[in-house]
């Protein structure tokens, strides 16, 4: 059984390695639902609650659920007073019209199809907002690293997102869609950079006898692309797709 797709078993690598979103990105959200003190929330796949806590962080009325009790496990010892559910995606453990809008951050690929949607449009009171938050590469930062993980693994490697439009999905689904577009460069320590490497799906693929091999490569790729700061570079475009 392939192991592509779980991240229970990175959850720490998860928590320390991945960076929170920009706080515009946050605030185009925000304003795109009109939010209100009262509004309540839904943050779907939330992982280990990165994305979680800054909405709450902002005054929002935040619960979260994943899939995986291992990432849920952290979102919780953050002590927040967030709520979080282990539950997939396609079947919630909510009432109908239950949240003023949904976000979901840099998962939806994994589930992008209509029956999720129909549980997103139950769990929506009318007009409400679904939110998909992706971090889109916008140099050969993931290619570079991803070359030299294939030569540890004897397949070729798989993509999720290499034929993923979220908007395309929502067509059948929301009367509305929309999207807001954010650039940023994400910093990293050589440290955080190698966790961030063994905090994506992929890392499960490779053999355990061969990881010492790869974060050695990766650390002397790395190192070679620190800036005069001692930081590797990440540059990127949040994307924001919603529909309503």
């Known amino acids: 059984m392939s192991t592509y797709g779980t991240f229970g078993n990175l959850n720490l690598n998860y928590e320390h390695g991945r960076k929170e979103f920009p706080e515009e990105v946050i605030s185009f959200i925000l304003n795109t639902a009109k939010f209100k003190k009262d509004s309540s929330v839904l943050d779907l796949a939330c992982g280990t609650g990165i994305a979680t806590k800054q909405l709450f962080l902002r005054g929002v009325n935040v619960v979260g659920s994943d899939i995986d009790p291992m990432m849920i496990e952290l979102a919780v010892q953050k002590n927040d007073p967030v709520d979080y559910f282990v539950a997939p995606a396609l079947k919630q453990p909510f009432v109908d019209n239950s949240f003023d809008f ?90 955080q950079i190698l966790q961030y490497v063994q905090s994506i799906s992929l890392w499960n693929l490779i053999p355990e006898t061969k990881k010492g091999a790869v974060l050695r490569e990766l650390e002397i790729y790395f190192k070679n692309t620190l800036n005069k700061d001692g930081f590797v570079e990440r540059p990127i475009e949040v994307v924001v797709v919603f529909g309503y």
């Not at 840099?106 to 999720?116: I, L, V, Y």
Request: glycine share 4%; proline share 3%.
């Open 102 to 191: 949904i976000t979901c951050f840099s998962a939806f690929h994994w589930f992008a199809n209509e029956e999720t949607l129909r549980e997103i449009k139950r769990l929506l009171k009318d007009k409400g907002f679904f939110f998909v938050i992706n971090k889109n590469e916008n140099s050969d930062f993931k290619k570079n690293y991803r070359n030299i993980i294939k030569n540890f693994i004897d397949t070729p490697l798989p993509d999720i997102k290499e034929k993923y439009n979220p908007l395309s999905v929502f067509s059948n689904s929301f009367q509305e869609t929309g999207e807001g577009r954010f650039l940023t460069t994400e910093l990293f320590t050589l440290e």
